[in-house]
């Protein structure tokens, strides 16, 4: 008796639906400034420019399809949750072997990484850049929003859907592996080599 | 000597989330505690390379005008834009042929409106569940006690919810709410599922026991049955199998 699966067909390939002229107009103004935010986010999750591009063009239209669903209050943390939503569904369906790797969440850092040590590892763009693609979808996401996004810990929660109590051990979790990643470059590189 | 503060401390003091008296706290144990001062330039050393790193990642202007252009058709044409001349009499002819096309619907496929009226529903039940997972709207009630929830309900609604909880099943009850479907209150049951929320609707129907029937919108799943006169309805963002799993703790 289970009724077919509705509305899972590919977003882009549906006309969006016509909002009335204010709330097309609302979406410009309040929703459509972020879509650098919604970029810079499915950037880091999905880890490719070119599939973060389609990602979030489906992401933005999905929110265009749903404004009549927001109510008003922090429209960046409305579409940012719709478009980690997006990028979530997307690396289910386009799982790589390193994402199966559940994240070990008692990486303790060595003593030995001083804040100098830490400094010189991390002066390298490149570096970085790896170091934090290695880590874990779900700490690459609160690293993100919360060092390159800026976002509180309250919308962090919201985008998240992680509880706000969270947040903070999410965070220093996610800075400790971040830190490992950058300082034991012989891990980093077995990860990539998966 | 080893820090008994807790480590993540560091961590919403660098972020500037710990009210005044925790930051105060923390600044007076500072002030003893090497360890904790050496962790703390070793985050904010983290954190100024992030920021020096220029990490973030602009939309490429192809991309904004991709959106740009997918958003653009659908773009209804202003009215003030049409010509006004349109009379009464020609309003009344379309609406005439829209109750004909209605009502030979109806007649020829009389399930069509039940479908319809479900679909409609499902995409209200996703908008109260998007609504609750904004800041501070998932529950009033904060509870995995069954016997703190289901009392909670009482003298709010015209009907008391069955509310157990299920964390031996890997879906704890994590609280309740008030919420309004279809113009209606109903309750609404608040479970975990890892890292997601599954909302569980619940109202009175009076209708007879059906077995569940699911779909998805916007990447939600739903799934939708009827027991002991009561309609449920549970959504969330997790997999469509998990509330396939949670609908048989239910209706248990």
Avoid at chain 1, 172 to 177: K, P
Avoid at chain 2, 197 to 203: D, E, G, M, R, S
């Amino acid at each position: 008796m289970s009724e077919p699966h509705q509305n899972e067909g590919m977003v882009e390939q549906e006309a969006p639906p016509a909002l009335n002229p204010q709330d097309t107009e609302r979406f410009n103004q309040l929703v459509l400034p972020h879509l650098d935010s919604a970029f810079n986010l499915a950037r880091w999750l999905v880890r490719n420019r070119t599939d973060a591009q389609d990602v979030t063009q489906d992401a933005m239209l999905r929110a265009y399809r749903f404004f009549g669903g927001f109510h008003g209050g922090d429209a960046r943390a409305w579409l940012l949750q719709i478009v980690r939503n997006s990028c979530f569904s997307w690396m289910e369906k386009n799982r790589r072997p390193e994402q199966e790797a559940e994240f070990n969440e008692e990486v303790h850092v060595p003593n030995s990484i001083t804040p100098e040590a830490l400094a010189i590892a991390s002066n390298n763009r490149e570096r970085l850049t790896r170091a934090l693609e290695t880590l874990p979808p779900r700490f690459r996401e609160v690293l993100v929003l919360r060092e390159l996004e800026g976002c509180s810990y309250k919308e962090i929660a919201a985008i998240t859907s992680i509880p706000i109590g969270t947040v903070m051990s999410a965070l220093s979790r996610a800075r400790q592996q971040l830190q490992v990643a950058l300082t034991s470059p012989s891990r980093e590189e077995a990860a990539r080599e998966l | 000597m080893s820090c008994e503060l807790p480590r993540t401390m560091i961590h919403g003091y660098l972020d500037g989330e710990l009210d005044a008296m925790r930051a105060a706290e923390f600044e007076r144990h500072l002030e003893q505690c090497p360890e904790c001062v050496t962790a703390l330039e070793s985050q904010e050393s983290l954190r100024s390379s992030l920021q020096r790193a220029e990490l973030y990642e602009k939309a490429p202007a192809e991309l904004r005008e991709k959106v740009l252009s997918s958003l653009r058709p659908a773009r209804p044409i202003p009215f003030a834009a049409r010509r006004r001349q349109n009379t009464i009499a020609q309003w009344l002819a379309i609406a005439a042929v829209l109750l004909l096309l209605l009502y030979s619907g109806w007649r020829l496929f009389p399930g069509l409106g039940q479908k319809n009226n479900q679909t409609a529903l499902a995409a209200q039940i996703v908008d109260a569940h998007l609504r609750s997972l904004e800041p501070g709207h998932l529950t009033d009630v904060i509870s995995t006690d069954q016997h703190t929830v289901k009392p909670w309900f009482d003298g709010k609604l015209d009907f008391a919810p069955p509310v157990q909880d299920f964390a031996g099943d890997g879906f704890p009850l994590t609280g309740g709410r008030l919420d309004v479907v279809g113009g209606r209150t109903v309750a609404a049951l608040v479970y975990g599922r890892r890292k997601h929320f599954v909302n569980v609707f619940i109202w009175p129907s009076g209708n007879s026991d059906t077995a569940p029937s699911s779909g998805s919108q916007q990447g939600y799943h739903w799934i939708a049955w009827q027991k002991n006169g009561m309609a449920f309805w549970a959504v969330s963002d997790t997999a469509a199998a998990d509330l396939d799993d949670l609908q048989r703790l239910l209706s248990r």
